[in-house]
């Protein structure tokens, strides 16, 4: 079985957020939440739960963001 990029989710308090999905993407999603289920032995209760640890994931392996926020944190940084 291949293994997906996002472990189990925290069951942390939730936060309410409006943000419209397009039914591609929310199907996805979807799927994505029963095989991360399958994977870990912990159901995922609610696929939106997703979203904050894919957008964490994506922000924290993306190299060009990194080395840019690097650069602007640099006391050497030219503004």
Do not use: C, W
């Amino acid at each position: 079985m291949t293994r997906l990029k996002l472990g189990p989710i925290a069951d942390d308090k939730p936060v309410k957020v409006s943000l419209e999905l397009p039914a591609a993407l929310h199907r996805s999603l979807v799927g994505y939440a029963e095989q991360l289920g399958r994977q870990t032995g912990r159901p995922v209760s609610d696929p939106m739960k997703l979203i904050v640890p894919m957008l964490e994931r994506f922000i924290a392996s993306d190299r060009g963001f990194a080395k840019a926020r690097k650069s602007l944190s640099s006391p050497n940084a030219q503004h």
